[in-house]
């Protein structure tokens, strides 16, 4: 599959462009332009010192690295971010620290999270009065059982 092209302005020369570190990697990683040092519970708007261009009927989204996620606690506050096809700003990205205890510590250029791009579909929303039936229904929100309680979690699930 050939790549969609995606138009992109460095608004920081010193920063790399965005790069999939594998062959077929979904999610190229994005750098900081700034140093941050992350107090446990904290979060901070960083920026990537790039803008881009999608093309119409794509998004792009901003997803944590889950390396740095497991060994540090470092998260993005609302996963995934959002770009729209039409924004032209700076991407950037809310980074949350999520270790109770150790601060986090982040340096100009380091990579940390990762850009994923997807087509998606504009809705036409049809107001009608009555929804078509389903076998879900209004179910939902633990309706098929199986999820965890908050103590005595015995493994063995709840679904009856
Ligand atoms: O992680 C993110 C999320 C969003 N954006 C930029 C691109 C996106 O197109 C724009 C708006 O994002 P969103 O719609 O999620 O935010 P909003 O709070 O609804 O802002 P707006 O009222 O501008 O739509 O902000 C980022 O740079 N990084
Ligand atoms: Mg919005």
């Given at each position: 599959m050939s790549p969609v092209q995606v138009l992109l302005s460095r608004l920081d020369p010193g920063i790399p462009l965005?790069?999939?570190?594998?062959?077929?990697?979904?999610g190229a990683d994005l750098v900081t332009t700034t140093d941050v040092v992350l107090e446990p519970g904290r979060r901070v708007l960083v920026g990537t010192g790039i803008a881009i261009a999608l093309p119409p009927g794509y998004a792009g989204f901003v997803h944590p690295r889950s390396g740095l996620a497991a060994r540090t606690g470092l998260s993005v506050v609302n996963a995934p971010g959002t770009i729209d096809a039409g924004y032209r700003g700076e991407i950037k990205v809310c980074l949350v620290n999520h270790d109770p205890d150790e601060p986090i510590r982040l340096s100009r250029g380091d990579r940390i999270a990762q850009l994923v791009i997807q087509r998606v579909e504009t809705a036409a929303f049809v107001e009608v009065a009555e929804l078509p039936a389903s076998e879900r229904g209004a179910g939902g929100y633990g309706s098929t059982g199986g999820h965890a309680t908050l103590s005595g979690n015995t493994g063995q699930g709840t679904r009856k």
């Amino acid at each position: 599959m050939s790549p969609v092209q995606v138009l992109l302005s460095r608004l920081d020369p010193g920063i790399p462009l965005p790069s999939y570190a594998r062959a077929g990697d979904a999610g190229a990683d994005l750098v900081t332009t700034t140093d941050v040092v992350l107090e446990p519970g904290r979060r901070v708007l960083v920026g990537t010192g790039i803008a881009i261009a999608l093309p119409p009927g794509y998004a792009g989204f901003v997803h944590p690295r889950s390396g740095l996620a497991a060994r540090t606690g470092l998260s993005v506050v609302n996963a995934p971010g959002t770009i729209d096809a039409g924004y032209r700003g700076e991407i950037k990205v809310c980074l949350v620290n999520h270790d109770p205890d150790e601060p986090i510590r982040l340096s100009r250029g380091d990579r940390i999270a990762q850009l994923v791009i997807q087509r998606v579909e504009t809705a036409a929303f049809v107001e009608v009065a009555e929804l078509p039936a389903s076998e879900r229904g209004a179910g939902g929100y633990g309706s098929t059982g199986g999820h965890a309680t908050l103590s005595g979690n015995t493994g063995q699930g709840t679904r009856k």
